[in-house]
């Protein structure tokens, strides 16, 4: 009788054991240093809008304001790691480089430990000069240009000081769920081309990932998710986010306090569908922020372990250069695209005295602990890439984000680049590319990220 109740004592006592264990895992010690900060980067005057040559003029209002926002990250060893994201068409070369040299001054934030998004939406400010050749007034939409993003620049500096500063201990969770409203949009023409049309048969990536940070007494500090989709469900004359816009904006609504950002997938070949309607972004961006809600509902992951970092900037080859003599042919073209592109390298070559062989391309990993990896590509990379790397790369968790550091044009896969298209070279007559990517760009690209998330131990 004795030795049952010993037994019976000491069930209890390891049961109450096991018990607070469990309290004090669901209540874990923050292991990170988390904040976030946002700011409405709306031109305060009309300007061009950018991504779509059919405009004829400048801005007409808002419709829904453009954000940027800033995510800092701290591990317990102390290394630091900003995303910024942008309600934007891309991110500028230049732009990328001077953030993130006055970042490393100002902050001693590293360029590999600092990540630029943007979100893609055609319902924003033209930020390229070097498109001012199609506008109304060159000269003067160039300046206008020049001096939002020198606005842009100073703001961004603040933001990420602001999301330093109010890092405070949290935790981080990683969840996922599927949203539906992208299409491949590569259709074949039945002519041995392709056109921009829905093709339910194109690949595509359902995948919404969401990292939540939520501070010591729960609280939700940030919600960051993707998806891989164009934001082009509008073609409208007033500044507006999209989507992704509408999506972030009920997030944060849902959750007071909080800070929503998005950051776009390899959309470059994924369309919003339906699209061309205002209803239509406001119910796609819905869509998004349930998907969202879906994820925020599983079982979330809790992250732990250290950030490790790596950037590579690579030299991303061009096909065969033209001669002087072709671009002199091709000037002489009736076909109008063709023509101006011509003229356009023409004058480069004359200005620069020789065309160049490649362009300088930024690939960028991150490791958050054992569990997951971001990988960041620049430019308008099609959905190939992402799901590509999600089958190559072993991790547990494994995040692909396009738009990244810098948008120059489409990165098409080999698969689109032999088929050719828009997304598979004809973008690049738009602006002062000399020609199209090698057939070598894919897997120059993807054996860039292997390599790198090999270094990151």
């Avoid at 018990?19 to 061009?48: E, F, H, R, Y």
């Avoid at 620049?153 to 769920?177: C, H, M, Q, V, W």
Wanted: glycine fraction near 8%; aromatic fraction near 8%; include cysteine.
């Amino acid at each position: 009788m004795k030795s049952r109740l010993i037994a019976t004592a000491l069930f209890f006592s390891l049961s109450l054991v096991l018990s607070s264990l469990c309290v004090a895992q669901n209540k874990s010690v923050p292991q990170w240093k988390i904040g976030a900060a946002s700011a409405k980067i709306t031109p305060d005057k009309p300007m061009w809008m950018a991504g779509y040559a059919s405009r004829t003029k400048p801005s007409d209002g808002v419709e829904l304001d453009l954000h940027a926002k800033a995510l800092a990250l701290q591990d317990s060893d102390g290394g630091k790691f900003v995303l910024i994201t942008m309600d934007l068409i891309g991110v500028p070369r230049e732009l990328r480089l001077r953030v993130a040299e006055r970042a490393e001054k100002q902050y001693s934030l590293p360029p590999e430990r600092l990540a630029l998004n943007a979100s893609h939406t055609h319902s924003g400010p033209e930020l390229r000069a070097q498109n001012a050749y199609r506008m109304d007034d060159p000269t003067m939409r160039s300046a206008d240009m020049s001096d939002y993003v020198t606005w842009l620049e100073d703001t961004l500096i603040k933001l990420i000081g602001e999301a330093l500063e109010k890092a405070a201990p949290a935790n981080l969770f990683y969840s996922r769920a599927h949203c539906g409203f992208a299409m491949n949009r590569r259709t074949p023409d039945g002519k041995g081309g392709w056109r921009n049309f829905p093709n339910p048969n194109g690949p595509v990536d359902p995948d919404v990932p969401v990292l939540k940070a939520t501070g010591t007494d729960g609280h939700i500090i940030a919600l960051l998710f993707g998806y891989a989709c164009h934001c082009t469900t509008l073609s409208l004359q007033q500044f507006n986010a999209d989507y992704a816009g509408y999506a972030q904006k009920a997030v944060e609504e849902a959750h007071p306090g909080a800070v929503a950002l998005f950051a776009n997938g390899c959309s470059g070949d994924q369309n919003p569908y339906p699209r061309r309607e205002l209803a239509l972004a406001k119910t796609h961006g819905q869509t998004l922020a349930t998907a969202v809600e879906a994820a925020l509902g599983t079982e979330m992951q809790l992250l732990s372990g250290t950030i490790r970092p790596a950037l590579r900037v690579i030299p991303l080859a061009y096909d065969t250069l033209p001669t002087r003599k072709q671009l002199q042919e091709a000037a002489k073209s009736t076909v109008t695209l063709d023509r101006e592109h011509a003229e356009r390298v023409l004058s480069r070559l004359d200005k620069e005295g020789s065309l160049p062989s490649d362009y300088p391309y930024p690939v960028q990993v991150v490791r958050i602990g054992d569990q997951l990896t971001w990988v960041g590509l620049g430019g308008e990379t099609v959905v190939e890439y992402s799901l590509r790397l999600k089958k190559e790369i072993t991790d547990p968790i494994v995040w692909i984000s396009g738009y990244t550091n810098d948008v120059p044009t489409y990165i098409p896969s080999l698969r689109v680049w032999k088929e050719g298209g828009y997304e598979g070279g004809d973008a690049m007559k738009w602006g002062f590319h000399p020609t199209r990517w090698s057939e070598r760009t894919e897997e120059h690209i993807i054996g860039t990220v292997h390599e790198l998330r090999k270094t990151l131990k």
